[in-house]
């Protein structure tokens, strides 16, 4: 199954009763409203260095989010990757620390996250921060960020 095709499956198969938090879902938000982005998450070695290559297309609201072990120095390019992406990088307490908007395809200049205290990186469609007014400051929630740490925890 593409990654188009999964994630539009568990869209269609999400419940309006579901947990506030899941792992095929990270929410932002900030003084701009709240958005909330179906995702497949890339938490290992393999999975990040193939992140969005060779994807032609991706549902407005899908991504994929990167997961770090620790905080660190980030950089991204995209090499083989066919459509445009924001790359929003976010520290440990979920906090929008970056964003980089429209990267272009299939470039290879380094795209760093401007920060070494990077634990997550949600990309997302070219545009689409700006369109929603995600910023710097945002907050994410997700199941992988500490819950006791966490700016907006999922018990909220």
Same mark, same amino acid.
């Given at each position: 199954?593409?990654?188009?095709?999964?994630?539009?499956?568990?869209?269609?198969?999400?419940? =309006?009763?579901?947990?506030?938090?899941?792992? #095929?879902?990270?929410?932002?938000?900030? #003084?701009? @409203?709240?958005?909330?982005?179906?995702?497949?998450?890339?938490?290992?070695?393999?999975?990040?260095?193939? @992140?969005?290559?060779?994807?032609?297309?991706?549902?407005?609201?899908?991504?994929?989010?990167?997961?770090?072990?620790? =905080?660190?120095? $980030?950089?991204?390019?995209?090499?083989?990757?066919?459509? =445009?992406?924001?790359?929003?990088? $976010?520290?440990?307490?979920?906090?929008?620390?970056?964003?980089?908007?429209?990267?272009?395809?299939?470039?290879?200049? =380094?795209?760093? @996250?401007?920060? #070494?205290?990077?634990?997550? $990186?949600?990309?997302?469609?070219?545009?689409?921060?700006?369109?929603?007014?995600?910023?710097?400051?945002?907050?994410?929630?997700?199941?992988?960020?500490?819950?006791?740490?966490?700016?907006?925890?999922?018990?909220?």
């Amino acid at each position: 199954m593409t990654f188009a095709a999964t994630l539009a499956t568990a869209a269609a198969l999400a419940q =309006p009763a579901q947990a506030r938090c899941s792992e #095929d879902r990270v929410e932002l938000r900030g #003084d701009w @409203g709240t958005a909330r982005f179906r995702v497949e998450v890339a938490d290992d070695v393999q999975e990040r260095a193939r @992140g969005l290559m060779h994807v032609a297309e991706m549902p407005r609201l899908a991504g994929m989010l990167f997961v770090y072990d620790r =905080p660190q120095h $980030v950089s991204f390019w995209m090499e083989n990757t066919l459509i =445009p992406l924001d790359m929003i990088f $976010v520290g440990e307490t979920g906090e929008v620390l970056n964003i980089h908007e429209n990267a272009i395809p299939l470039d290879r200049t =380094p795209i760093p @996250g401007g920060s #070494d205290d990077i634990v997550y $990186v949600l990309e997302i469609n070219g545009g689409m921060a700006e369109t929603l007014g995600i910023d710097v400051g945002s907050e994410m929630r997700h199941t992988s960020v500490a819950q006791e740490t966490a700016l907006w925890p999922c018990s909220d």
